[in-house]
């Protein structure tokens, strides 16, 4: 631990930095799981092209919004902001939730449950994700800069993404 700790990988807060990979480990596993079954779990429900519709809303808005998110990490803190950007995820996911009880028969006949109905929620549900993806895509490097110091940025930013790319592999075992 000494070693480490003079070499500059273990400072004062390379817990917090342990800590964030592990939540964006957590929050884009179950996102690329998602992610990954969204075309298939609609096709299976007979939307043929609400997958498709639903992945370019969030690649669309992700793109417009990319232009904006350095000014709002900076207006909030990159705390926060990655606090935002979760939310806008963990609410596609729960859309999934809302689709699965609309494919109940008994819930088909509900207003709520219509396909325009469904149609309208989950592209709010998916532009929310650009939205706030470009929000937490910017602040959690912001966030992980902010707890090193000069001599051990690269380290904590590689200790950060060894962490989270772990989600590309867990996603797609979980798909």
């Known amino acids: ?5 003079k070499m500059g990988l273990i400072g004062q807060n390379f817990w917090k930095v342990v800590i964030c990979g592990t939540g964006a480990l957590c929050l884009f596993t179950s996102f690329n799981t998602v992610q990954n079954l969204t075309t298939n779990i609609y096709q299976d429900l007979g939307q043929d092209h609400l997958g498709f ?4 809303a969030i690649m669309f808005f992700l793109v417009v919004f990319s232009v ?3 000014a709002i990490v900076k207006r909030m803190s990159a705390r926060r902001a990655m ?12 859309s999934f939730i809302y689709v699965n009880y609309c494919d109940d028969p ?10 325009p ?4 929620i989950t592209l709010l549900c998916a532009s ?20 090193a110091v000069e ?9 950060f993404w060894f962490i989270m790319q772990f989600c590309q592999i867990l996603g797609n075992l979980m798909a």
């Open 1 to 5: 631990k000494t070693q480490y700790w």
């Open 53 to 56: 519709y639903l992945l370019s």
């Open 68 to 70: 904006m998110s350095s």
């Open 83 to 94: 606090i935002v950007g979760g939310l806008g995820y963990t609410l596609f996911g729960g």
């Open 106 to 115: 008994d819930h088909r006949a509900d207003g709520i449950c219509s396909i």
């Open 117 to 120: 109905c469904i149609y309208v």
């Open 128 to 147: 929310s994700v650009g939205v706030t993806g470009s929000i937490i895509w910017v602040a959690m490097p912001t966030y992980i800069k902010e707890c």
């Open 151 to 159: 001599n051990n940025v690269n380290s904590y930013q590689g200790v």
